[in-house]
């Protein structure tokens, strides 16, 4: 197995990226295409994964200050959940994050993400918002 990571730069890498975080985060909800998309993903740090270079995972970081990044949409493909990928990505995150002296990481988790994010080293801090009228998501950090 071959995992790359990759920021999207072409016309079809950002369809793909886009098409993993519409039928991972917006779908399920009945939610139109293009609400996957934000004004700040220009200015974000967007990763995929590629496994045998196809689009498996993405992920995004944006920072709120020099010392802190924000982690949104990630999102794993359907048919390639439960291998770790969610896992891989969420590294590399930080791994970009701790290169640019970054020192901790929040995220807005939905309730049923809890515990992955818990198995790698955040913790919940706050209760946040109510997406949709249906999904509750929890702030989260960790220390890197």
């Known amino acids: 197995m071959?995992?790359?990571?990759?920021?999207?730069?072409?016309e079809q890498e950002w369809n793909s990226y886009y098409k993993i975080r519409f039928e991972a985060l917006r779908k399920p909800w009945g939610q139109p295409e293009g609400t996957e998309k934000d004004d700040t993903d220009s200015s974000s740090i967007n990763v995929m994964m590629l496994e045998n270079n196809?689009?498996?995972?993405?992920?995004?970081?944006?920072?709120?200050?020099?010392?802190?990044?924000?982690?949104?949409?990630?999102?794993v493909d359907e048919?390639?959940?439960?291998?770790?990928?969610?896992s891989l990505i969420l590294q590399e995150l930080e791994?970009?994050?701790?290169?640019?002296?970054?020192?901790?990481?929040v995220l807005e988790a939905r309730e049923r993400a809890i515990p992955f994010y818990e198995r790698n080293g955040y913790h919940v801090t706050k209760l946040s918002y109510l997406l949709f009228g249906e999904i509750q998501h929890y702030t989260m950090s960790k220390e890197l």
Not at 2 to 10: G, R
Not at 55 to 60: D, Y
Not at 79 to 86: A, I
């Open 95 to 105: 791994r970009i994050a701790k290169e640019a002296n970054v020192t901790t990481i």
């Open 54 to 75: 196809i689009p498996v995972a993405v992920g995004r970081l944006h920072y709120n200050s020099t010392s802190e990044g924000q982690v949104r949409y990630m999102a």
């Open 2 to 10: 071959a995992i790359q990571f990759i920021s999207p730069a072409t």
């Open 79 to 86: 048919l390639c959940r439960n291998k770790g990928y969610g």
